[in-house]
């Protein structure tokens, strides 16, 4: 097998995830985009975190990560406090709707990734997850 063949069927593996969880998650009225942000917002426990710190840890980086944010913020899923003592510093939180909608969310997210899995022995997943795990690093 050639490389293009690979990378083609990489891109074909992650359009057909990629389209699945559009799917399930647009009748919870957010984007893929936006659930990596609330994942890694609760992954926060509570701790403040920053856009940088949002932007690191998001999957797709060429995301916009302040407007994301600032969608959040609109529908009450996060929630922003400016630094009284240096206004530059912005500190961004998780709100209980956006926990709660997480909770909602999380086994839809959980049902589409079994599906796509699902032909994969377990024996598979550890194999794939190696490969993977090589070509992110």
């Known amino acids: 097998m050639n490389n293009k063949a690979i990378i083609v069927a990489l891109f074909k593996a992650n ?5 699945a969880l ?7 009225g957010i984007s893929i985009q936006q659930f990596n942000v609330l994942r890694i917002l609760r ?15 998001m999957i797709h980086k060429m995301s916009n990560t302040t407007r994301l944010v600032d969608k959040l913020i609109d529908k009450g899923l996060v929630n922003r406090n400016v630094c009284k003592e240096n206004r530059r510093k912005i500190e961004l939180f998780i709100t209980t709707e956006g926990l709660s909608l ?3 969310v999380d ?3 959980d049902q589409i990734e079994a599906e796509f899995l699902a032909s994969l ?14 070509l992110n690093n």
């Open 43 to 57: 992954g926060q426990k509570g701790n403040p975190s920053n856009l940088n710190t949002v932007h690191e840890r």
């Open 102 to 104: 997480l909770k909602l």
């Open 22 to 28: 559009s799917h399930g998650l647009k009748p919870m």
């Open 121 to 134: 022995s377990n024996d598979q997943h550890e194999e794939i997850m190696e490969i993977l795990t090589k």
């Open 15 to 19: 359009g057909k995830i990629t389209e």
């Open 107 to 109: 086994p839809i997210v």
